[in-house]
């Protein structure tokens, strides 16, 4: 859901942002978004990153092929993936008082 | 609706901080592989894509694709992007997360082969990078 608000900012930085955006063929708008996103996201991490929705449970998971077969290759990349991914589960955590 | 290996989707693509929560904007993700979990249910692997130099500059090296402005358009999208191989999310295939998986124009685009091979190439470097700890190096016990 979009919402619209308003903010005092310096107008060297709107401009240059609204610069940059129209250099990436952006709105001010969507870049803007993107910055505080990317703010956001946390830091530099060498680690993946595997998001996970809590309760998923990886363990006998399988990846399937576009024909719903089961892809033992990619089963594997993914299980290692699931032992050496940097897994958020209880980032909600961060929300309590 | 099909979800094919290798194509790119919109997707709520959450933040990290927040995994079980779609993220607050459309990111295009690419779909590596349907999943299927021990109770059946399926799951989309998908890896973020991002034209943001900050988060570009955060991927480790070597496990990024880098798509220039003409190979992006020329698989029907507009600008240069990387794949950042590095940040996935496993989801659920539900309109919460993937808003248009209703509509025809679902499937944004599609790597070719060559590109599926370089992506996965990388997601196997990964894996060279990073051993998996269940993999114990040391003496044997005789």
């Known amino acids: ?97 | 609706m099909t979800w094919q290996r290798g194509s790119f989707i919109d997707c709520f693509f959450p933040f990290a901080e927040h995994p079980a929560r779609p993220g607050p904007m459309r990111h295009i993700a690419y779909l590596q592989t349907m999943v299927r979990l021990r109770r059946g249910e399926l799951r989309a692997l998908v890896m973020l894509t991002t034209t943001s130099p900050r988060m570009i500059q955060a991927i480790p090296e070597g496990l990024s694709v880098k798509i220039s402005r003409a190979n992006s358009v020329a698989m029907g999208m507009k600008n240069a992007f990387t794949i950042d191989v590095h940040r996935l999310a496993l989801l659920p295939p539900a309109k919460e997360w993937f808003p248009d998986m209703e509509r025809p124009h679902f499937i944004i685009a599609m790597a070719d082969e060559r590109l599926r091979d370089a992506i996965t190439k990388r997601y196997d470097a990964m894996r060279t990078m990073i051993p998996s700890p269940a993999v114990r190096l040391g003496p044997s016990v005789t």
């Open chain 1, 1 to 97: 859901m979009k919402i619209q608000t308003a903010l005092r900012m310096e107008e060297s930085i709107i401009e240059s942002a609204r610069r940059e955006a129209e250099r990436q063929n952006r709105s001010l708008a969507n870049f803007v978004e993107t910055a505080l996103a990317d703010a956001l996201t946390g830091a530099n991490s060498d680690v993946p990153v595997l998001s996970l929705i809590e309760g998923d449970d990886l363990e006998d998971a399988v990846a399937l092929d576009d024909q719903g077969n089961v892809d033992h290759a990619e089963t594997d990349r993914l299980l290692h993936l699931a032992a050496v991914a940097r897994r958020d589960r209880n980032g909600i955590d961060d929300e309590r008082p």
